[in-house]
């Protein structure tokens, strides 16, 4: 039995609000470098965000919103490391609704960071208003 390259090659599906989040992800790491939305008159160049900055921004508004479930809320939309994202990124791409420059390639999103340390292992709770004195 010979399993066909289209087996082989068949593209790993993600849960539709992985999609919906990358998208919130990148306006957010906009909004955190002041970088213009292309839709708000900023140009191409100025708009653009890298694979790493996006990743950053990935990070800090998962850590934000999803705290330590991180990692499971990510894992139930099938991602499992960063250059998930990449693929997210490039399936947006190819179908018209993102934009990339000649210097942007998928493997601006492999191995960029290891989950369990960026999500479990460095995660601080902010406990500064719990104690504070009323």
Do not use: P
């Amino acid at each position: 039995m010979t399993v066909s390259g289209d087996v082989l090659h068949k593209k790993k599906q993600y849960h539709r609000n992985a999609y919906e989040f990358l998208f919130e992800a990148l306006r957010f790491t906009q909004e955190t470098l002041n970088r213009g939305m292309l839709s708000e008159g900023g140009d191409e160049d100025s708009a653009h965000i890298t694979g790493a900055e996006l990743l950053d921004g990935i990070r800090r508004l998962a850590l934000d919103r999803y705290g330590l479930l991180t990692q499971t809320v990510f894992r139930h939309w099938g991602i499992e490391k960063t250059e998930d994202f990449g693929r997210i990124v490039f399936d947006l791409i190819e179908k018209g609704e993102m934009r990339k420059t000649e210097r942007d390639q998928l493997c601006d999103f492999v191995d960029v960071y290891d989950f369990k340390k960026a999500f479990d292992d460095d995660y601080e709770i902010d406990v500064t208003e719990a104690f504070k004195t009323r």
